[in-house]
């Protein structure tokens, strides 16, 4: 570890590299190691021939945006299991919270309709009926939009911010297979056909995935640090 | 999708240039930046933001290892080297990327633009 350089940029990377979630140790690693570069850069600017105000300009703009710095470190950085002990690991923060957070919301959404006693309107097609409840379907981007930003907020990629915020029907999804493969082991196969599955697809995984992902698409897209190719 | 494959060419890239850096001697990330900006004349740059999190990848894969080491101006620095891991890995980058290049310059004369 260092013993010593500027307290200056140590105090500056320390005050702005936030929410940096990683053990102590490794947190102060990268401080020290981020506040020498920013050391060797105003260093270099004085070299250069400018003065001190000037050069400390150029090196706090070397860093725009600190947040996706953070997190970028604390992907890079991530190692399963290495995380401090009693800490949650990143996977369960970036996935398995904010998923059942967006499951609970859904589950609370509608159990309050139905207490409200609102009931769900039925259409029927084609020899089949079909469920809407409105007012549940508009609570749901907000219980997505959650999940997104709560995986998003712990530094989780695209695809785990989809999962989170998808999660309540990825559950009704899982929970529908047991009971259709339970149905089928147990030979009463006739009560849960393909129409009843297409039903299902349609009132518990195509209809409440929508506005699930419709709240969450403003936190499904970050900017990504990548190395500038100049010609 | 361009984006994306401007980004995903822009971050190979990168990453053989850090490799190919440490694999002549160990580096500390100030010292990468400006090595790969002069020697390729300020055609690809390295800001802190887009350097630190590929050498912690690259460390994290195995193929480079950190050491705290004091510098020629008594400054203790993180200096990068090359595993063994990252020097097998080095070999065929350096052919797939010569490859494409190849690849690149058979389709649009790159190399005589």
Known sequence: MPDRFTNDWTNLVREHLHPLR???????????????????????QIQHGLSESEARERVINEVIQWRPLAQDIQRSKFKEGTMNQGRMNARTKQLWLPGLVSLLAAMLSLTAVLLLGVQPHIYYAHQAATTFNFQWLAALPLCG???????????????TCLASSLFPVMAFLACFCI????????????????????????????????PLLLGALPFLFRRNQSPQVTS | MTKRIRSKIARGSAELAILALLADQ??????????????????????????????????KRGWIAGRWEANQA??????????PAGKKELAPLRREWNVFFHALDCLAGVSNA
């Open chain 2, 74 to 83: 008594g400054r203790d620095r993180r200096y990068y080297c090359l595993t």
């Open chain 1, 145 to 159: 939009a959650v999940a997104a930003w709560l995986s998003r907020r712990a530094g989780g990629g695209l695809l």
């Open chain 1, 179 to 210: 009971i259709f493969l339970g149905a089928t082991i147990l030979g009463s196969e006739r009560a849960l056909g393909p129409s009843a599955f297409v039903l299902f697809m349609w009132n518990w995984v195509f209809l409440p995935g929508t």
């Open chain 1, 22 to 44: 990683l053990p102590a140790s490794q947190q102060q690693e990268v401080i020290a190691e981020l506040a020498a570069h920013l050391e060797d850069l105003y260093d270099q």
């Open chain 2, 26 to 59: 160990p580096l500390y990330g100030f010292e990468i930046s400006k090595q790969i900006e002069e020697k390729t004349g300020g055609a690809l740059c390295f800001t802190l933001a887009s350097l630190y999190p590929m050498l912690y990848d690259l460390e």
